[in-house]
């Protein structure tokens, strides 16, 4: 499903998945990131995210600009910690 926000800008809705037992903190997601992911305890967080023993989750509606920093994040990750989906 595309949703359009008030200027005509495309949105996917997309869930966001953060494997925390796979990350190791080296912080290329922030890096590449800084809007959704952040470090704290020496891992990455998702920012805003509702979170669980094993991972992080976050379900938005994203701007073109913000998926495919999301993806640059998901593509780059060194252990494949993050996973986005469409939903």
């Given amino acids: 499903e595309i ?13 966001i998945t953060l494997k925390k037992g796979q990350c190791i903190g080296c912080g290329t997601c922030v890096a590449i990131c ?8 020496e891992i990455a967080n998702l920012k805003n995210s509702k979170e669980n023993d094993e991972k992080f989750e976050l379900e938005i509606s994203a701007s073109e ?3 495919l920093s999301i993806k640059q994040a ?9 996973l986005i989906k469409e939903v």
Wanted: charged share 35%; glycine share 4%; proline share 3%.
């Fill in 74 to 82: 998901e593509k780059f990750c060194s252990t494949k910690s993050i």
């Fill in 65 to 67: 600009d913000d998926l």
């Fill in 34 to 41: 800084p809007k959704f992911f952040e470090l704290k305890n």
């Fill in 3 to 15: 949703h359009f926000n008030g200027t005509y800008h495309m949105e996917k809705r997309i869930k």
